[in-house]
């Protein structure tokens, strides 16, 4: 069941609750992903965490405020499939906001499509300290379709993720992988 | 004509490196100062533009109008900055050294490193936090839509793709408009009042044309800027003098207040109001495009008359005129191009490389080095700075021996500038491009390397990057590139068991070279259709001559010439590639060291690995530019030929020449490093050779090398080249800079366009590379501008080791051992 559908009769107090130790249950899957070997859920995890800090983090929604966007993040062997899109999103007692919502499909018609070489390409781009767009397009690491300033800003929302889940180490964890 | 050049150049002689630091303290703080500025990003500009840009997104405004009410707008209220005791009003940006921030073009790739620009290893650029949340917040989304790709991927986004994945060519319109040299004499005489009211007449004249109408409307609100910009520099000096209680800063400025109040509204009336007055409409300019290769052009000529006038009348003496330039060629370098790490990594370590002309003839033909010559020339010696970017033309038959020598004493004694430009080869190139002899002689350096008639030709000169080691990729392999796919990209030309003569694979590499080119130019003439929609230049186009004439802005073709320029990444290694596969594939007397084309190409697929013989072969047996093998001449001169032939009648945007050139930046090293394997032998990932240079470390004297270069037809190389040359060091004495002129000379005898130089030994720049300490400033020519060896990323810095090393004596290779 979708995780916050099943916010839906419960006060707004126990969902912000509820949220937030769903963050907390991703920043550890995020830690153990990354120093782990098998790194094929980051981007997935990435991306949870980040619809979910748009929810309950007011400074980081500042950044998709009136945004509406789509994004397809894949791979040339055909592993990685997931879109993110930006919109206005309901969560029960919460007006709607600007949101994310992750889904593990390609949506059609997206503003920007990333394919990665494979899912090694994604994750260093992913572990790198700065994410480098160019570099990993020169690098033949990854291709992009569709509006670049897009890709430009979404690196930015993945880049300030580890800060906003409150993990001070996290860059140093990225930057000191492998 | 020119009597006290004996008189200044021994005044001049009294100034030294080695004295500086007493006989002008000025010169030489402003120096350390230099050295120690970081580079910060400058988002004032941004803000300005963005928020003009917002509030008048609703209204019916031409685009003219808009743009200049923005740049205006910038310009009248942009906060004054004297960062330190130079003696000129105006500044780039806010901070020492500052990167300024152009949205409507390729800013917003910084947008991933707003939280690590400032601390990236490769020359940070420090973004304050608060800047960060402006531009992500308030800038950044208002142009996600509307900068200039986003433009151009809405009607041609095959093309625009293809320049993203940056192997197949790049179209520097998506990032800059730039490379040019404005006409500043033409502030100096009227003033900017003088224009603007010039402006305003012709807006009544024409005022049943409305696209005249506009232009010159729009003129007038970029105008209203620059003097509200000098207004405010001379108000903000007067009130610092107030308040200032050293009397040495207190009476600089004051005379920058003074000044400024003058200039550029009205004509200069002597050297200091002069240099100032060129030095604001500079910094003017950046606040409408780019800064990036905007040059202040021949300024021993520009300046000429106000320098002599003040200095005969005694109201100057040569140390007043020393400080004075000196403190502009430190305003020249006072801004960086704002660069993404990717970008940083890979071609990182350049300035703004604005250009400065000296020397060589007048419009008549005659002799122009004078006075001013020597005195910029000595500025040049004491101040070797990255920018400005200090070119010396010499015309072999009108200039004289003593002006040639003093070029090569200052080349040998700073180690790196100037560089030296053939007039005559030059002029003979500009007018076989449509310019009149009269303005053809009268060219400036843009950028680099390039040539144009300042303020006459809007030349564009870094329009489009050819990638030849691409098409010689998709020659060996029937039209595919490595990163677009099994198909051939534009057309299938063969595949290499096809070819059974080098003719037949030489039609193939020129097929590929005619479909790259047309897409190239295809795409960065819709880029420039897009520039005459959204990014109209009414500032820049009122220096120019032509557009006030016609009511034509620049960018629509309004200026006297209209050229484009094309430059190419990887000559000599193509060459040397093309070489070898008619060697050792299609040559039937070769005995030692024969392969089918198509066991060839596997060996390079597969960087050489296990092909050892062959890697030796071609490390000393094939025939190399740069060598006088009768294969490498005739293959070296063909693909000129070639070059020229493609792009040679196809028009620009503005009805203007496409231009030819074979220079590299830093491009040769940066994409060399992302690159697989040559036919030459160059293994994967290593740089290109630099511009025209023939490839690094073949034993060959320096004359034969020279020869090779000098015998390239100059005529079909219109947009010019750099050859980058490396001595080793000697004692600069007279005889030592007499052999070095003569050496430059005969190359230009033989045809040779242009020249630079490194005076140092693989020795020290390997300490340098190694400890960077040891060497903190060392000056080096990369192509076609300088830098600062320590800013150069490790691929630089190791082909600047590998050039082929000469002894000046000698004339002998001296090999990397």
């Known amino acids: 069941m979708d995780f916050l559908r099943s916010l839906e009769g419960i006060s707004k107090n126990l969902q912000k609750y509820l949220i937030k130790y769903r963050l907390k249950r991703l920043k550890r899957a995020i830690e153990k992903e990354i120093t782990g070997d098998v790194l094929d859920k980051l981007l997935f995890l990435l991306l949870k965490a980040m619809s979910l800090l748009f929810i309950v983090d007011k400074e980081y929604r500042k950044n998709i405020e009136d945004f509406r966007a789509t994004y397809v993040i894949c791979s040339e062997d055909k592993k990685i499939d997931v879109s993110a899109v930006f919109k206005k999103i309901t969560v029960p007692f919460f007006t709607r906001e600007d949101g994310m919502t992750v889904k593990d499909t390609i949506v059609e018609n997206p503003t920007t499509t990333v394919t990665f070489k494979d899912g090694k390409a994604m994750v260093e781009f992913l572990l790198s300290a700065s994410p480098d767009v160019i570099a990993g397009m020169l690098n033949n690491q990854l291709s992009v379709s569709g509006n670049l300033n897009y890709l430009f800003k979404f690196v930015y929302l993945l880049w300030l993720i580890p800060e906003r889940l409150g993990i001070n180490d996290f860059k140093e964890v990225l930057s000191h992988h492998r | ?226 003097l509200d ?8 000096a007067a009130l610092k003098a107030r308040g200032e209680t050293d009397p040495e800063r207190k009476k600089n400025f004051q005379r920058i207040a003074e000044i400024c109040k003058q200039v550029p509204a009205n004509p200069a009336k002597n050297y200091h109001e002069a240099v100032n007055s060129l030095w604001i409409c500079q910094v003017s300019v950046f606040a409408e495009n780019s800064n990036m290769a905007i040059n202040p052009g021949r300024l021993d000529q520009i300046l000429y008359p106000y320098f002599i006038r003040d200095y005969e009348s005694g109201e100057l003496t040569i140390e007043d005129a ?133 303020g006459r030709d809007y030349s564009a000169s870094s329009s489009i990057f050819m990638m030849m080691y691409t098409i010689l990729y998709m020659a060996l392999h029937n039209g595919r590139t490595l990163i677009t796919g099994e198909a051939p990209l534009w057309k299938a030309t063969g595949n290499p068991d096809d070819f059974n003569s080098f003719e037949q694979f030489w039609q193939a590499y020129g097929a590929q070279t005619r479909f790259m080119a047309e897409n190239a130019v295809a795409l960065n003439n819709t880029y420039g259709e897009k520039h005459k929609e959204f990014l109209p230049t009414p500032l820049l186009s009122a220096l120019f001559k032509g557009p006030m004439e016609t009511g034509r802005d620049l960018i629509c073709g309004g200026a006297i010439y209209n050229s484009s320029g094309v430059t190419h990444i990887g000559f000599p290694d193509v060459c040397d590639s093309l070489c070898a596969i008619k060697d050792i594939c299609f040559d039937e007397n070769n005995t030692s060291m024969r392969l089918s084309l198509a066991e060839f190409v596997t060996a390079v697929d597969n960087n050489f690995k296990g092909y050892p013989l062959l890697e030796a072969y071609l490390k000393n047996k094939a025939p190399k530019y740069g060598t006088d093998h009768p294969v490498a001449v005739d293959i070296s001169r063909r693909l000129i030929e070639l ?55 073949i034993d060959t004297a320096l004359t034969t090398s020279l020869d090779a270069v000098a015998g390239l037809n100059s005529d079909e190389i219109p947009g010019a080249y750099a050859l980058n040359m490396k001595f080793s060091p000697v004692e600069c004495s007279p005889e030592n800079a007499d052999r070095f002129g003569s050496i430059v000379q005969t190359y230009m005898d033989n045809g040779g366009q242009q020249i630079q130089f490194n005076i140092q030994d693989y020795k020290t720049l390997k300490e340098a590379r190694d400890d960077p300490e040891s060497h903190p400033h060392l000056l080096v020519r990369v192509s076609g501008y300088s830098a600062y060896f320590n800013s150069l990323n490790r691929a630089m810095k190791d082909e600047l080791i590998m050039r082929s090393q000469y002894d000046l004596s000698s004339g002998e290779f001296v090999p990397l051992i």
Not at chain 2, 229 to 236: G, P
């Open chain 2, 322 to 454: 020393l400080k004075i330039s000196g403190s502009l060629w430190f305003k020249i370098g006072d801004n960086v191009n704002l660069v993404p790490e990717a970008a940083e990594k890979l071609f990182g370590g350049a300035g703004a490389v604005p250009a400065v002309t000296l020397g060589g003839v007048d419009r008549e033909g005659k002799n122009a080095v004078n006075e001013l010559t020597y005195l910029l020339l000595k500025i040049t010696e004491l101040l070797p700075l990255r920018d400005p970017n200090v070119n010396a033309r010499f015309h072999p038959e009108e200039n004289l021996v003593e002006y040639r020598n003093e070029v090569s004493r200052v080349i040998l004694t700073n180690k790196a500038i100037p560089a030296f430009f053939n007039d005559i080869q030059n002029i003979k190139t500009l007018v076989n491009q449509g310019e009149t002899l009269e303005h053809a002689r009268d060219y400036a350096v843009i950028g680099c390397v390039e040539l144009g008639s300042p």
């Open chain 2, 229 to 236: 910009y000098a207004a405010n520099i001379s108000r903000e």
């Open chain 2, 643 to 697: 070059g020229y032939g493609v792009f040679n009648g196809q028009k620009n945007y503005r009805d203007g020449n496409y231009r030819v050139a074979y220079w590299t930046m830093t491009n040769h090293a940066g994409y060399g490093s992302v690159t697989g394997a040559l036919p030459s032998g160059r293994k994967a990932n290593l740089p290109f050779s630099s511009g025209i240079t023939p490839v690094s470390q």
């Open chain 2, 1 to 226: 004509m020119y009597e006290k050049i004996d008189e200044v150049r021994e005044t001049l002689k009294k100034y030294t490196p080695e004295n500086m630091k007493e006989r002008l303290p000025l010169l030489d703080s402003l120096l350390g100062l230099h050295y120690t500025a970081k580079a910060a990003v400058d988002i004032e500009r941004a803000r300005y533009i963005t928020a003009h840009f917002k509030e008048t997104e609703d209204l019916t405004l031409p685009m003219p109008v808009r743009r200049a009410g923005a740049v205006g707008r910038y310009l009248s209220n942009r906060k004054i900055y004297f960062h330190d005791d130079n003696m000129l009003g105006g500044a780039t940006t806010g901070k020492a050294l500052g990167a300024p921030l152009y949205p409507e073009f390729f800013g917003l790739s910084i947008w991933p490193e707003l939280g690590t620009i400032s601390t990236r290893k490769k020359n940070p650029q420090f973004l304050d936090k608060k800047d960060a949340d402006i531009l992500n917040f308030e800038v950044f989304p208002y142009w996600m839509e509307r900068s200039i790709s986003e433009e151009v991927r809405k009607v041609d986004p095959y093309r625009q793709s293809l320049l993203e994945k940056m192997i197949i060519y790049t179209i520097s319109k998506a990032a800059t408009i730039s490379h040019t040299t404005p006409s500043y004499e033409l502030v100096l005489e009227k003033g900017i009042k003088g224009i603007l009211e010039e402006a305003r007449e012709k807006q009544v004249e024409y005022g049943d044309d409305e696209e005249k109408s506009v232009f010159y409307h729009s003129v007038q609100i970029a105008m209203q800027g620059v």
